[in-house]
C-alpha cells in the first residue's frame, strides 16, 4: 500500500501561538507530501513496496545504489512526520510522568536537563535535521541526525524528535531555532512519547 500523508488530530491552528497555522499547513500539506510522492515512486514496482517506513529505515544497506539515497530521505521523512504530528498536541508541554519520568530523571536529571540537552542538540545541528530522544538499547540518550534520517537506522528507537529544518519554522521564527525549541516543548504530548517508551 503507498504512503499517504496522515490527516492531523488536530487543527492547523491548535498549536497557536507556539507553532503558527501557515506553517503547519505548509509543513504538513506541501512538505511532507513531497516526501511521500518521491519515497512512493522510488519504491513503486520493487520488492520494497508495500513495507513500511520503519522497516524499510532498518534495511537500507539492502536496497539497489540507485534508490537508497532516495528512500533513506524520502521514507524517513514519512516516518519522521508521522511521528512528529503525533508527537504534538494542544495543551501539551509540561513534563513526562510515570516510567518515562522516572527514566528521563535517571539518565539526564530532571526533565529540564532533557529540553536543555535536545536543544543544544537541534542548535548544534548543522544545517537540517532532527534532536531526537531516543532509547539506544539499555538507556535513554539525546543524539541528533542530519537531513531525515532516523535512529532507527542505526538500532536505537526513537521517542521524540524536534524537526530543525528551516520549514519547520522559519516563517514564525526566521533564523531563532532556539526560540523554536523552546516553543516546539510547550506543544510536546508526553502521553505519546511515554507510549512509544512502553513498547521498548
Not at 2 to 10: E, G, I, S, T, W
Not at 114 to 122: E, N, T, V
Not at 127 to 148: C, E, F, I, K, M
Request: some cysteine; charged content about 25%; glycine content about 8%.
Amino acid at each position: 500500500m503507498p504512503y499517504r500523508v496522515p490527516d492531523l488530530r488536530y487543527p492547523y491552528d491548535a498549536l497557536e501561538p507556539y507553532i503558527d497555522e501557515a506553517t503547519m499547513r505548509l509543513h504538513h500539506d506541501k512538505h511532507h507530501q513531497a516526501y511521500v510522492d518521491k519515497a512512493n515512486a522510488a519504491l513503486e514496482d520493487t520488492e520494497w513496496e508495500g513495507l513500511r517506513p520503519k522497516e524499510v529505515l532498518t534495511m537500507l544497506d539492502e536496497l539497489p545504489d540507485e534508490i537508497r539515497a532516495t528512500v533513506r530521505n524520502n521514507a524517513g521523512g514519512q516516518y519522521n512526520h508521522c511521528m512528529l504530528w503525533r508527537s504534538m498536541k494542544p495543551g501539551g508541554g509540561g513534563d513526562p510522568t510515570g516510567a518515562l519520568a522516572e527514566a528521563v530523571d535517571a539518565t539526564f536529571g530532571s526533565a529540564d536537563d532533557l529540553r536543555s540537552q535536545m536543544k543544544k542538540a537541534g542548535i548544534g545541528q548543522f544545517g537540517s535535521g532532527y534532536a531526537w530522544l531516543v532509547h539506544d538499547g539499555s538507556r535513554l540518550a539525546v543524539v541528533s541526525t542530519p537531513n531525515q534520517d532516523n535512529p532507527i537506522s542505526d538500532g536505537m528507537t526513537p521517542l521524540l524528535g524536534v524537526d530543525v529544518w528551516e520549514h519547520a519554522y522559519y516563517l514564525k521564527y526566521q533564523n531563532k531555532r532556539p526560540d523554536y525549541i523552546d516553543a516546539f516543548f510547550q506543544t510536546v504530548d508526553w502521553e505519546t512519547v511515554a507510549e512509544r517508551f512502553a513498547e521498548v
